[in-house]
């Protein structure tokens, strides 16, 4: 499996009394072209994305919509879960990716620092690789078969303005 791990983009700044969830606050113009960047890229990859995962934080989701219309894919190509929050489980999503979205190209869209964990979690079988994805940063794993633990090979790692 070719799996791209992408942290969204520049969001809004928090502000409590703008945002009373988190979750709401949206991209900015710079985090849209930092993803429309992002998708340009993916579109040129041999191996194409079938199927993306993305929290439903309103940024992720945006980055992961405009992702999505880029590649021409299907909106149930586009699945949201919940385990992709920032208070998500890396073991959740590892869970729910082998139960039931095993593909051979998979971009997950959300936040650091679990997606940083992530990575050396896949990378190392321990969550002490020192792995900062910047925000609009995306990585692409190789993985034969996916475990909750040292199963991957890094293939890319870019930096948001590359």
Not at 100 to 117: A, C, E, F, I, T
């Amino acid at each position: 499996m070719n799996l791209y791990i992408l942290r969204h983009a520049d969001a809004d700044k928090r502000d409590e009394d703008k945002y009373t969830d988190d979750n709401l606050r949206p991209l900015v113009k710079k985090g849209k072209n930092k993803t429309e960047r992002i998708a340009k890229f993916l579109k040129k990859r041999k191996n194409k994305v079938a199927l993306i995962l993305t929290s439903p934080a309103e940024r992720c989701l945006e980055a992961a919509k405009i992702i999505r219309k880029d590649l021409k894919l299907q909106k149930e190509q586009l699945v949201k879960l919940d385990c992709l929050l920032p208070e998500g489980s890396n073991a959740d999503l590892i869970a729910e990716i082998k139960e039931k979205y095993m593909v051979d190209s998979l971009l997950v869209v959300g936040h650091d620092p679990n997606l940083s964990l992530l990575i050396s979690q896949l990378l190392t079988g321990t969550l002490e690789l020192p792995i900062d994805l910047k925000k609009g940063g995306l990585c692409k794993l190789s993985v034969d078969e996916l475990i909750d633990g040292k199963c991957a090979r890094l293939e890319i790692l870019l930096t948001p303005n590359f």
